[in-house]
């Protein structure tokens, strides 16, 4: 049988330990090594020069900003009530005493939009330039002085026209672009830049004696120039959101745009049948948010207030009368007047609607036969 020595034991415990330790040396040289290549991967990854590709990007937002806005001015008109062959009129007339403003091709055979107070009433004519310098005789389709919205037709075809937004779909702080073309040389296609400053704004203009609300506004600090009247409110990707319509003159930064979605049904019907038999309810009403102005003791929580109701119109020596609330047009809730005049657009004279009318705590529905504006 075989015995080690107390010396050979001695002798076989230091090499072992002497093999950990080389082990453990190793290992730590490992770890280390492992831990500086990490360091240098964040040093290099953190310290990586993105200057050149944030220059790109700004340089192909810019390109893109440009290409957009240079499209788009190419369905920006200029009218005027007064032929002016080319001169410019700044020199001798107000904007006032020409309708002087601009206008935006809604479509390629010459449906054009504009303000009422531009391009006047119904069956009057003006003066349309297009971006190419052509001036064209235009008639007046259809207008609404409320709204002060009005459609122009031009005999034209092949047009560069602009693409429509959802108006319902924007957003405060939203990045918009306010075009206005005026006739002559000094400012035609001035553009401007801001954002949505408010929705859904009420604003009273008054002219002489008489008082007029104009709702559901949208609210811009983009500059709006002599001349913008009339023409287009675009956002980022070039689409009409609304059509630039006042400003408020004793303040600066606050211009005002009507939103599109309310002609859509009637560009809808022009574009299909080449006219717009518009239906008529006869009445004037008011959104919830103007109520305090008309009567402060009035709290209304929803629905349209009924303020006037037209003798020629459908709704006269009916179940209805001024101070009744408006809550639904068939199964569609009202709380807005521009929603009600929307859906009536849709409508053609002759067709039936239900009412829901509130009077106090009594509620009644009403049955109409559209009347035919004239």
Known sequence: MYYESKSDRKKGQFIIIAFMITIIALLGVLIIKLDSTSEETKTTTTNYDVSKLSTDIEQNVEKDTTGMINSVVKSVVGISKLQTNGNSIFLNSSEEKLGLGSGIILSDNGY????????????????????SGITYNGSVVWSDANLD????????????????ADSDNINLADEVYAIGNPIGIEFQRTVTKGIISGIDRTIKIEEGDQGNYMEDLIQTDATINEGNSGGPLINTNGELIGVNTVKISDAEGIGFAVPINIIKPILEKLVQNGKFDEAYLGIYGYDKEVIPYLDSNLNIQSGVYVATILTDGPLFNKDIKVGDIITRIDDIEINKMNDLKKYIYTKAPGEKVNLTIKRGERETTLEVDLGYKM
């Open 112 to 131: 054009i939009l504009t303000n009422q107070h531009v391009a006047g009433n119904k069956y009057s004519n003006c003066y349309v330039t297009v971006e």
């Open 149 to 164: 919205l009005a459609i122009v037709k031009i005999t034209a075809n092949n047009l560069d026209y602009i693409e429509l």
